[in-house]
């Protein structure tokens, strides 16, 4: 295939072509047995594939394999598009099944393709969650937002201060990497949503401020801390712990990420998964594409949930372009291969820029990686609920990793990862005797053994390319290991 410069469009005219070429979604439940293929051809504009893959996390929905292709030379029926297929089950493997999902991703994707250009849609997951209208609204929510120095009692102390001037925690999230913490917590002035007045937010910045650097081990120590106004349209509050940490540079610590394994790009499943079965650390590799012009970066992780967002997310918040991408796994392994360029053009040239993007890549996957115990709290949403259960916690010696709050209909129910002060592994006596002490608070906590049905049953994997003689693997270095079989596998998967 030989590489064309993609046209110019002019700004004014991208809402006009967006409304000639809308995209056009596809549910699939004939062609495989295992999964259900999301079919999606989209015009390719900027942020578009992190919409897709966000809007399909945000359903619950598992993303086990991936075919991504958009470049100005790929032309379908007269106009230049992305076209994206995704192998999707829900969280215990099952195929999807509600006949009004196609018509939801494409009207969530295009808000103005929606009759009258009405509400947004919504939508009911397979765990309960409401995507759209009647999901989690946090547009009338002041945000709090810090990044910090992580340490014990660290969300205990900022939601003490929030309780001692009248505030509630709606809802929000909390991650910690390499010694660092970052949290988005959507407050109110009552559990019942009543808006915070403005002549407040000041001060609450102030006083927590005042807390996280009191608190500081380190003379010096940076931190940061923000309270924003009630705003539609926020940043998706993962994609903004993201930045958060981002801009902390938590990305710095720690050895070089080690090069990718490249023969698990090019073995079958049998053989790749005997040899990955104890090679689940993150792993990046950066080559460049001279005669394509593309930076290749080739990935192996540990599979788990949301990671084809995470690693889209930081790549467009560092500003590069995924032209072409193919993800799958190969039984506990995620790979991920991808084309990109920067905005500017420019591909990764320099190793400096090589060590920081590989860097940011591996911190994206492993803020989120699954470290610590799994409880599941609920109970009725209450003003100094949150702030109640981590004083408990800090009392008992225990820690947090990561923390998801959420509000439904009445009920508060939050997700913590915990260990010890110390970060060792918590016991399941030291567990039973904080549950309880809540109990007493009207607090329910289970523990929870693994994430609800991970892994989904399923047989995908990423495909071996055809071996290429001596001769012309020497002439074609370096070159992707994927590439060839990438053209191949989306005309099959689109025509």
């Not at 958060?244 to 998964?273: C, I, N, Q, W």
């Not at 080739?298 to 949930?305: A, C, E, I, L, Y």
């Not at 990671?307 to 997310?313: A, E, I, K």
């Not at 005797?433 to 929870?448: F, G, K, N, W, Y």
């Amino acid at each position: 295939m030989k590489y064309v410069s993609g046209p110019y469009f002019e700004p004014d005219f991208d809402p006009l072509l967006d409304r000639f070429g809308t995209p056009g979604v596809v549910v699939d439940n004939e062609t495989r047995e295992d999964c259900t293929l999301v079919k999606v051809d989209s015009v390719n504009r900027d942020g578009v594939l992190l919409e897709m893959v966000q809007l399909l996390t945000d359903l619950d929905l598992v993303i086990s394999k991936s075919y991504i292709s958009s470049d100005g030379g790929w032309l379908m029926d007269g106009k230049y598009r992305r076209p994206s297929l995704f192998h999707v089950t829900d969280q215990i493997g099952r195929k999807l099944t509600d006949p009004s999902l196609p018509e939801f991703i494409q009207r969530a994707l295009v808000p103005f393709h929606r009759p009258g250009n009405g509400p947004s849609p919504k939508f009911t997951t397979c765990l309960g969650n409401v995507v759209g209208p009647g999901g989690p609204d946090v547009s009338d929510c002041a945000a709090l937002e810090f990044t910090v120095h992580d340490r014990p009692g660290l969300l205990s102390s900022i939601t003490s201060v929030l309780v001692d001037n009248g505030c509630h925690v709606a809802s929000g999230q909390a991650w910690t990497h390499n010694g660092r913490a970052a949290g988005v917590l959507y407050v109110t002035a009552t559990a019942g949503g009543a808006t915070l007045h403005p002549s407040r937010w000041a001060r609450i910045e102030r006083l927590v401020n005042a807390v996280v650097d009191a608190r500081e081990n380190v003379t010096g120590e940076r931190h940061w801390v923000c309270m924003s106004e009630p705003v539609q349209g926020r940043v998706h509050t993962e994609r903004r712990l993201h930045q958060l940490m981002h801009d902390d540079r938590d990305y710095e610590s720690g050895p070089a990420p080690t090069p990718v394994d490249e023969e698990l790009f090019s073995m079958g499943e049998k053989a790749a998964t005997a040899r990955t079965a104890r090679r689940t650390e993150t792993r990046v590799s950066i080559d460049g594409w001279e005669e394509r012009g593309y930076a290749v970066v080739k990935m192996t992780s540990r599979d788990r949930p949301r990671l084809l967002f995470d690693t889209v997310c930081a790549l467009t918040d560092m500003h590069y372009v995924v032209f072409h991408a193919t993800v799958g796994s190969q039984g506990p392994l995620a790979i991920q291969e991808y084309y990109i360029r920067h905005k500017d053009g420019r591909t990764v040239d320099s190793n400096a820029e090589r060590q920081k993007v590989s860097r940011c890549l591996v911190a994206a996957v492993e803020r989120r990686a699954t470290h610590g115990m799994r409880v599941e709290v609920r109970a009725a949403d209450r003003s100094g609920l949150l702030s109640d259960f981590t004083r408990v916690l800090r009392e008992h010696g225990l820690s947090l990793l990561r923390v998801e709050i959420k509000r439904h209909k009445d009920e508060a129910i939050g997700t913590f990862y915990l260990v010890t002060d110390t970060g060792g592994e918590v016991l399941t006596e030291a567990v039973r005797a904080v549950q309880v002490r809540v109990a007493e608070m009207d607090i329910s906590l289970d523990i929870i053994k693994e994430a609800p049905g991970w892994p989904p049953v399923r047989k995908t994997s990423v495909p071996a390319p055809p071996v290429a003689g001596p001769q012309q693997a020497q002439q074609e270095r370096p070159r992707p290991s994927l590439g060839s079989l990438l053209w191949s596998h989306l005309w099959e998967a689109l025509k």
